[in-house]
């Protein structure tokens, strides 16, 4: 059974920081990514970045390049969200998702791709 395990939310003031991390266990895909999404109090879903495992390369929404890094740690089956500069409208729930779809060396229109399993959120609240 495949599970994501978010955890690392919490409270924070602007322009501090956090770290998100998404615990993966039940794999036996060789090939997936791992992404970040998030939904807003009255707001849509939307993604935030992605890793894949095979070949390490990222994705980042516009709104976050620059004070996000994702980051993953294999023998921990682990992927992380560096969160920094944060700011009020980051305010979310951030859920980890993974697609087992995604192909290394193929373009990946993220955050327009369909994950295939979804992890419970975890909530960030960042204060003005």
């Known amino acids: 059974e495949v599970q994501l395990q978010a955890s690392g939310g919490g409270l924070v003031q602007a322009g501090g920081s956090l770290r998100l991390s998404c615990a993966v266990s039940?794999?036996?895909?060789?090939?997936?990514?791992i992404a970040w999404f998030r939904q807003a109090p009255g707001k849509e879903r939307e993604g935030v970045s992605c890793?894949?495992?095979?070949?390490?390369?990222?994705y980042y929404v516009d709104s976050v390049k620059g004070r996000f890094t994702i980051s993953k740690d294999n023998d921990k089956n682990t992927v992380y969200l560096q969160m920094n500069s944060l700011k009020p409208e980051d305010t979310a729930v951030y859920y980890c998702?993974?697609?087992?779809?995604?192909?290394?060396?193929?373009?990946?229109?993220?955050?327009?791709?369909?994950?295939?399993?979804w992890g419970k959120g975890t909530l960030v609240t960042v204060s003005s």
């Open positions: 039940g794999f036996t895909f060789d090939d997936y990514a």
């Open positions: 890793i894949s495992n095979s070949d390490g390369v990222t």
């Open positions: 998702a993974v697609d087992t779809a995604y192909l290394a060396g193929r373009p990946y229109p993220f955050p327009d791709v369909d994950m295939s399993y």
